[in-house]
């Protein structure tokens, strides 16, 4: 039988010794296609062949988190497969004997007085500590913060250096404002990193984005002996990556998302990264629950004259320009009540115009705000925070800036103004509609989608049928409606 010895290198990576033939089939078995590689230029210009290798047979290194995958391609192959211990770095399955269920439900009732944890967050919290690493799936407006900071006070109190990785600058702002609203002592813990702060601080914890660190030098990342990652369905890219691979001496890992794209390739990245996925909690448990808000999608097919297009840019330039549509979406936001978030793909071809038309048709008493990539993230959390005191606010805001993270309780409706295919948008951008505030019964998902189909179908109509199996694996309901544009 062939033997397999496997060690811990440090946080980051173990390594394997076996013989060179095992070594190409591991590197066969933990390579895979990058979905939509082809359209990549990296792979239209033949530098890369579209495929992602996370076992070197080189150095006989993998990711930490992927042990437990290891163990199942062993077994099917029947090899004989041991661990050794690194007397730095410990065992590949260390995990805290003194760690208790109980004993975690005690120390975040003590932490979280303001907020009590619900019972799926008792359990996500148990499993990470027992576990020193975890990827965490759970939906948005499941309390992903909370569980976040119960973490963070843990290994504070052991007296660990923390650095938390966000995407965007609001989200360091709103984690920030979340730990003391918490009940937590934040500007003598805490120290925020991103455009115009300083990256040094002698506090525990560091939250900051991954774009104001990738660049730094493995040295700066020595300290931290704990990362949490919130967002982390984006870690799949090559800076995250690189972020994640400095940190050799970060013992306790911990990702969170409330989505994954349903590829191979990303959950296997991420585990890698994080260690082994659970899932903390379902959308539709939540709602029935009364956790989340009631939910439905009303979905607007718009119906063309037919047209055909010789690729998808040219389709969505002929949409997000069609008069008729823009007005329709204009009137929608007269037509519905309450909070409404409207969002967008392109900021001067469809953002501006939006604005422009429903700034300009709505009564004087409702506010309308436009957000993008340009807007200062002081303006984006005024534009919040003014929004959870408001009845009818609008906003219309790029995907970027307001799919991910962002927390309106008080938000009642949100329109896809642009078509998109990607299941993380949509779920992400769905989350921001299904927290629970003062006065909200429902909330409501207007999807605008494009029939422009003849003899063949149009491609925006293709990424609808896409949208509405994600509903329906989501137990989402939803009604169409057909809308006549031509």
Same mark, same amino acid.
């Given at each position: 039988m062939s033997q397999l010895v496997v060690k811990k290198k440090n946080e980051v990576f173990m390594t394997i010794n076996a013989e060179p033939a095992i070594h190409m089939e591991l590197s066969d078995y933990f390579t895979f296609d990058v979905?939509?590689?082809?359209?990549?230029?990296?792979?239209?210009?033949?530098?890369?062949?579209?495929?992602?290798?996370?076992?070197?047979?080189?150095?006989?290194?993998?990711?930490?988190?992927?042990?437990?995958?290891?163990?199942?391609?062993?077994?099917?192959?029947?090899?004989?497969?041991?661990?050794?211990?690194?007397?730095?770095?410990?065992?590949?399955?260390?995990?805290d004997p003194l760690v208790s269920l109980e004993g975690v439900k005690y120390f975040m009732n003590k932490i979280c007085v303001k907020h009590k944890p619900r019972d799926y967050q008792y359990k996500a919290v148990y499993e990470a500590l027992k576990n020193h690493r975890k990827l965490l799936l759970s939906p948005t407006a499941s309390g992903k913060s909370l569980m976040i900071y119960s973490l963070v006070r843990y290994y504070v109190a052991q007296q660990k250096r923390i650095l938390i990785i966000v995407p965007t600058t609001s989200l360091v702002e709103q984690m920030y404002s979340d730990f003391a609203d918490y009940g937590w002592d934040v500007d003598e813990y805490c120290h925020k990193v991103y455009g115009g702060k300083d990256k040094n601080t002698d506090r525990e914890v560091v939250i900051s984005t991954w774009q104001s660190?990738?660049?730094?030098?493995k040295r700066y990342f020595d300290d931290f002996e704990c990362v949490i990652g919130d967002e982390a369905h984006q870690f799949k890219s090559?800076?995250?990556?690189?972020?994640?691979?400095?940190?050799?001496?970060?013992?306790?890992?911990?990702?969170?998302?409330?989505?994954?794209?349903?590829?191979?390739?990303?959950?296997?990245?991420?585990?890698?990264?994080?260690?082994?996925?659970?899932?903390?909690?379902?959308?539709?448990?939540?709602?029935?629950?009364?956790?989340?808000?009631?939910?439905?999608?009303?979905?607007?097919?718009?119906?063309?004259?037919?047209?055909?297009?010789?690729?998808?840019?040219? !389709?969505?330039?002929? #949409?997000? @320009?069609?008069?008729?549509? $823009?007005?329709? &979406?204009?009137?929608?936001?007269?037509?519905? *009540?309450?909070?409404?978030?409207?969002?967008?793909?392109?900021?001067?071809?469809?953002?501006?115009?939006?604005?422009?038309?429903?700034?300009?048709?709505?009564?004087?008493?409702?506010?309308?705000?436009?957000?993008?990539?340009?807007?200062?993230?002081?303006?984006? !959390?005024?534009?919040? #925070?003014? @929004?959870?005191?408001?009845? $009818?606010?609008? &906003?219309?805001?790029?995907?970027?800036?307001? *799919?991910?993270?962002?927390?309106?309780?008080?938000?009642?409706?949100?329109?896809?103004?642009?078509?998109?295919?990607?299941?993380?948008r949509n779920l992400q951008s769905i989350g921001r509609v299904l927290r629970k505030g003062e006065g909200k019964d429902i909330a409501t998902l207007y999807d605008i989608a494009d029939d422009i189909s003849g003899r063949r179908e149009n491609y925006t109509l293709k990424h609808l049928y896409e949208r509405i199996a994600i509903y329906q694996e989501e137990n989402f309901k939803y009604e169409t409606i057909k809308v006549d544009l031509r």
């Open positions: 979905p939509n590689a082809k359209f990549m230029p990296l792979y239209r210009n033949k530098m890369w062949d579209g495929k992602i290798r996370l076992y070197s047979p080189g150095t006989g290194e993998l990711y930490c988190g992927l042990a437990e995958h290891l163990r199942e391609w062993a077994s099917i192959k029947n090899y004989d497969l041991s661990f050794e211990d690194n007397k730095f770095y410990g065992h590949v399955d260390d995990k660190i990738y660049k730094f030098p090559k800076s995250l990556t690189g972020i994640m691979t400095k940190l050799h001496q970060a013992k306790y890992r911990f990702g969170f998302t409330g989505t994954l794209d349903g590829s191979a390739t990303h959950k296997w990245v991420l585990e890698g990264l994080f260690g082994a996925c659970e899932k903390v909690t379902k959308t539709d448990d939540l709602i029935k629950k009364g956790y989340l808000s009631n939910f439905r999608i009303k979905v607007l097919v718009c119906k063309h004259e037919y047209q055909h297009f010789a690729d998808f840019h040219s !389709e969505m330039e002929y #949409i997000v @320009t069609h008069q008729k549509r $823009n007005n329709l &979406i204009k009137n929608l936001v007269n037509d519905i *009540s309450g909070n409404t978030l409207v969002l967008f793909n392109y900021v001067e071809k469809h953002g501006e115009p939006l604005y422009e038309l429903i700034n300009n048709s709505v009564g004087n008493d409702r506010k309308v705000f436009f957000v993008h990539g340009g807007t200062d993230i002081e303006d984006r !959390e005024a534009v919040r #925070i003014i @929004t959870e005191k408001e009845d $009818n606010a609008v &906003i219309i805001a790029s995907y970027g800036t307001f *799919s991910t993270g962002i927390n309106i309780k008080r938000l009642h409706n949100i329109i896809f103004a642009s078509p998109s295919k990607s299941r993380v």
